[in-house]
């Protein structure tokens, strides 16, 4: 049966969707190149606007909603839609945006790539205004009281964790999935988001954590599939989201910082901040070693530190030039 939307209950990730979007979904997995969580989340979009159709249209499944039904979705529906997640849904401007975001994609394909539909209704479709917020992150000695935290059994890890984190400013995907063969010299190359490689620079704090942690870390045969992880479980496998999500909590607590304000994501904010107020690094330079595919992502890190602001205009040139009376 077609879930109901405006119930509690979450949408099975793995119900049938029609088949003019599963053929969406493998597109921009194998032509697009999106990774498999970008993928889901579309799914989950997906899942999220037929259901509601469904649930208007009375269809006992999402796939009979066929091709006369998308034919027939205007720009006053999509908009209908997009009110509903607000009025009905409560879900903030960021997560309609990602909807409306999945649905300009969606529509676009189907316009553009499988000529499903003869127009795009998604083409004018605005996504909600969001509020710029600036970016929580850690203060250099709450920083410091972070790494001098660290303890116990896996200390040597989690301290290259940690350090990894806060110097690097690596997303949590990315650390998890770090393989030693992918460490040369002072360099790690690591898989961001859509699978894309990037080149990050280690400083020599990273460099003698991950030499410290490699000293201790457990040997693997050479047919282990984790053999080449960087990081290892208690069990000796590939290293968890949740297990360094945990870890990083812990010390946090550890050093008197609040657990709840702060995660890995918020340590990759410090790292960003620091090398910006701290590093002298140009708003390009920190683009690339964050790997946003757009600048306006990295811009947030312009407005955390007003004193540079005010220094880069008195380091104006024409800064002493004044009008003779």
């Known amino acids: 049966m077609a879930s109901n939307i405006s119930s509690n209950e979450k949408i099975p990730i793995e119900t049938p969707l029609p088949y003019y979007a599963e053929e969406f979904l493998i597109y921009m997995e194998s032509i697009r190149g999106k990774s498999e969580n970008t993928v889901r989340e579309y ?20 796939e009979d909603l066929d ?7 205007t720009l006053a529906d999509l908009y209908k839609y997009i009110n509903f997640l607000s009025k009905e849904r409560k879900l903030k401007p960021t997560s309609r945006a990602r909807k409306v975001a999945s649905l300009r994609s969606f529509f676009k394909y189907l ?49 290259c964790i940690l350090t990894l984190f806060l110097n690097c400013g690596m997303r949590l995907s990315e650390l998890c999935g770090i393989n030693i063969s992918a460490i040369k010299d002072n360099t790690i190359i690591v898989k961001g988001k859509g699978d894309k490689e990037r080149t990050i ?31 290892l479980s208690e069990r000796k496998q590939r290293i968890s989201r949740r297990t360094v999500q945990y870890t990083v909590k812990k010390y946090l607590y550890a050093a008197g910082i609040d657990p ?23 708003i390009r330079s920190l683009q690339e070693i964050l790997g946003h595919e757009s600048i306006s992502t990295t811009e ?13 205009v008195r380091a104006n040139p024409l800064a002493s030039e004044k009008k003779e009376d």
Do not use: W
């Open 260 to 282: 709840t304000k702060y995660s890995t994501h918020k340590l990759r904010h410090t790292a960003a901040t620091l090398m910006y107020q701290y590093g002298d690094v140009d």
């Open 300 to 312: 947030i890190y312009t407005h955390v530190n007003s004193g540079k602001l005010a220094e880069a």
């Open 201 to 231: 620079y280690l400083n020599e704090a990273c460099e003698k954590a991950i030499k410290d942690y490699l000293k201790v870390r457990p040997k693997l045969g050479d047919d282990d599939p984790d053999q080449d992880a960087l990081f």
């Open 67 to 73: 091709v006369t039904f998308i034919k027939g979705i």
């Open 111 to 159: 316009y553009g790539k499988a000529h499903v539909i003869d127009s795009n209704p998604a083409l004018d479709l605005e996504s909600p205004k969001l509020t710029k917020k600036l970016p929580v992150y850690l203060q250099l000695n709450e920083s410091k009281a972070l790494l001098s935290s660290v303890d116990g059994e896996n200390g040597e890890r989690d301290y």
């Open 43 to 62: 799914r989950h979009d997906l899942l999220a606007f037929f259901s509601y159709f469904a649930k208007h249209k009375k269809a006992e499944n999402l």
